[in-house]
């Protein structure tokens, strides 16, 4: 039988699971396959990237379940459906889709983080208005953003010395440090309120202070929080510093890191988990693809 879209994967996804079991998604696509009458042999068919076709549609399928908060991840690498996913099941036993998740606001705001400028997904009419390129463009960005989702949560599963190390990881992938500074990890007891240092010379007259918070997302750092890191840059007379979160700041931080004398750059979750992408760091790149065009000159030559 033809393998199903990712959309109509979404309700045997749900329905899998609905014993409240945690499975790892290779044995959801194990199990799924024969459910659906879907053979070994086209198990084995492949896009053109060489990924297996089912397992890449699987793959959607239970992110955009994720991301909707049908499905949840209780422990690292297994998936378990929430109350809501059994809500939405009940309510759509023969078909969930992406018009099903879109009334979700988790939902929502994830393909709004793919859509800069959009508040909302762009219409499916308007799919057919794009060009290959800006679908694949397209495509890059939602897959990118998905795995920036699955990135922070690991983050934030984490110890606080791990988010540590990994930020001043992060921020040496980025060119801080250079190649005649340096990066200390300085986190600990009596670490005078800051968890780095960036020595951007060798004799450390350019230096760049770095904290770093690891909180849920609903916790959000607050003006306090941002004062308190001022005064330790102060204590340690630098007027430079990043402040790192896994969750949000609110806008009161945000006005007060901006009209502060010391220079503070305020970097949340999701930048955080955005730079590891850009970066390779946490990530590794799966698949590459090569966009082809007319060589112009190569006509306008013979």
Do not use: C
């Not at 793959?59 to 459906?81: D, E, F, K, N, S």
């Not at 929502?108 to 694949?136: D, L």
């Not at 890191?229 to 510093?241: E, N, S, T, Y």
């Amino acid at each position: 039988m033809p393998i199903p879209d990712y959309q109509t994967l979404m309700a045997p996804v749900l329905a899998l699971l609905a014993d409240g079991q945690e499975l790892r998604l290779q044995e959801v696509r194990d199990r799924l396959a024969p459910a659906l009458g879907i053979s070994e042999e086209e198990r084995q068919e492949r896009i053109n990237s060489g990924t297996p076709r089912f397992d890449n549609r699987v793959h959607w399928a239970v992110t955009y379940l994720y991301q909707a908060g049908l499905l949840q991840r209780p422990r690292r690498g297994v998936i378990q459906i929430t109350d809501r996913g059994s809500e939405v099941l009940k309510a759509n036993p023969e078909r969930v889709d992406n018009e099903v998740l879109n009334r979700f606001e988790d939902f929502r705001a994830f393909k709004s983080r793919t859509r800069p400028g959009r508040s909302t997904p762009a219409p499916t009419e308007a799919e057919g208005q794009s060009t290959p390129q800006e679908k694949i463009s397209s495509a890059i960005e939602e897959a990118n953003e998905a795995v920036a989702a699955e990135v922070l949560e690991r983050v934030q599963q984490a110890d606080f010395v791990f988010l540590e190390r990994l930020v001043l990881r992060v921020l040496a992938a980025m060119g801080y440090g250079g190649p005649t500074g340096s990066i200390r990890h300085l986190g600990g007891p009596g670490d005078g309120g800051v968890d780095g240092v960036i020595r951007q010379d060798p004799l450390g007259l350019d230096e760049i202070y770095v904290q770093a918070k690891r909180f849920a997302t609903h916790r959000t750092i607050g003006r306090p929080e941002i004062q308190a890191f001022v005064g330790a840059l102060h204590g340690a007379q630098a007027d430079r510093g990043i402040f790192v979160t896994t969750s949000s700041f609110t806008a009161d931080a945000t006005d007060y890191a901006d009209r502060v004398n010391a220079r503070v750059v305020l970097i949340d979750g999701a930048a955080l988990a955005r730079l590891m992408v850009q970066h390779n760091i946490g990530v590794q790149d799966q698949e590459r693809y090569v966009l082809k065009r007319v060589d112009e000159d190569f006509f306008e030559e013979l």
